[in-house]
Structures are given as structure tokens and as C-alpha cells.
């Protein structure tokens, strides 16, 4: 399975960004996908998740009413719709799929693909 985060850039403070992940090789309908971020020195973190039919999501408190995440099975992909982006939102953000219990920590994820970064300016 391969994973390919795509639609960062470099956006000022208030903007929005909409990043899509796609994944090859296998179907990912049935998995819990999730989001998570890093930014330079510091460790990768939880940013959203979606149950596999998109009926629950699941997101950090630093993020919750800001960002929005979904997803199409049909096109084998996830979507997170970020608003109100702030300068502390900028990182690379990785799409990966659950394959253990826990919807936050990122050992429950695997297949990371390569990351989008995205820049927020103030």
C-alpha cells in the first residue's frame, strides 16, 4: 500500500487549505484512516481520524472546529478541509491507515506516506 499526501503550500494566517490523500495498491475502505502532523523538532502528532465509513470523526482539541476531515471509498481517499489556519497549524502532515487499537498515537498507524507540508505565515 502506498500513501501520497498532496495540496500543501504556503498560506497566510485565517486562510484555508483542503489536502487530499490517495492510496495505491490496496482499498483502505474498511480501515480507520487518520492525519497526523510534524512540525521541524518536534514530534508527529494526532490531528484527525474517520471511521471507515465516514460516520465518526475524531479530532485534536487544537484543531476541533477548525478542520474537517473525509473521505470518498470509492476514490480510495481522505480529505481534511483546514480553516482558520494559524502559524502554530504549519507542518508536514502525513495520511496513514490504522492497523491496531487507538485512534491517537501514531504506533496504532502504518503505511506513512510521504507528507505535504504546509506553511502558515502571520
Known amino acids: 500500500v502506498q500513501l501520497q499526501a498532496f495540496g500543501g503550500g504556503l498560506v497566510q494566517a485565517g486562510g484555508s487549505l483542503r489536502l487530499s490523500c490517495a492510496a495505491s495498491?490496496?482499498?483502505?475502505?474498511?480501515?480507520?484512516m487518520g492525519w497526523f502532523r510534524q512540525a521541524p523538532g518536534k514530534e508527529r502528532e494526532f490531528v484527525a481520524a474517520i471511521t471507515w465509513n465516514g460516520g465518526n470523526t475524531y479530532y485534536a482539541d487544537s484543531v476541533n472546529g477548525r478542520f474537517t476531515m473525509s473521505r470518498d471509498n470509492a476514490k480510495n481517499s481522505v480529505y481534511l478541509q483546514m480553516n482558520s489556519l494559524k502559524p502554530e497549524d504549519t507542518g508536514t502532515y502525513y495520511c496513514a491507515i490504522r492497523i491496531r487499537r487507538g485512534i491517537t498515537p501514531a504506533a496504532s498507524y502504518d503505511y506513512w506516506g510521504q507528507g505535504t507540508l504546509v506553511t502558515v505565515s502571520s
Open positions: 495498491g490496496r482499498t483502505f475502505s474498511r480501515y480507520v
